[in-house]
């Protein structure tokens, strides 16, 4: 994952990061290591694992924590943990666009949006109402120069996959 960021050499991309489950979180923190490493800020949505378990792993991977805004969609930890920002419901994509928009606006410089596991929001929302929340993300890092890379689990031949591939820059599969 590292080797293919590095190559990304572009003042912004959006990259589709299609990788068995398995392997997610392995990607997520090479991804997080490498802006950590060109102090690179940015905000990372989590769909799947809870800040307090998190947060240590990145510290021992020294990975700038101060540099990453944490959208926590498991538990409300935004009182326990610095720059934690609870998203109560992912149910609710169009409050985590206005936040994340907040924040792309508060920075001028390069910066990242990550997510992962994008397709557990089907859980919450229908299949149109999660490709044109990812539609809508995409367009919104382009504007405001942000590298944007979201995570799918999910096979190649998915029916969001298919539909969300052309929103994306590059598509890289992790399999």
């Not at 299609?18 to 990607?27: C, G, N, P, V």
């Not at 021992?60 to 009182?79: A, P, R, Y």
């Not at 096979?155 to 820059?169: H, R």
């Amino acid at each position: 994952m590292l080797l293919e960021l590095q190559e990304l050499r572009q003042e912004r991309y959006s990259l589709l990061v299609i990788t068995k489950a398995a392997e997610l979180h392995s990607a997520l923190l090479e991804s997080l290591s490498f802006f950590s490493a060109k102090k690179i800020p940015g905000v990372y949505a989590s769909l799947t694992k809870p800040t307090r378990l998190l947060q240590p792993e990145l510290q021992t991977k020294n990975i700038n924590l101060k540099n990453i805004i944490f959208m926590e969609g498991m538990v409300d930890e935004s009182n326990e943990y610095p720059n934690v920002v609870f998203i109560p419901t992912l149910e609710d994509l169009t409050g985590i666009t206005i936040a994340l928009e907040s924040f792309l606006k508060s920075y001028d410089g390069e910066k990242f949006f990550i997510v992962d596991s994008v397709e557990l929001l089907q859980l919450f929302n229908t299949l149109d109402l999660v490709t044109n929340f990812i539609w809508k993300i995409t367009q919104l890092c382009s504007a405001h120069k942000t590298h944007c890379l979201m995570m799918v689990s999910k096979k190649v031949d998915d029916i969001l996959v298919k539909k969300i591939t052309p929103f994306f820059e590059k598509t890289l599969y992790k399999t």
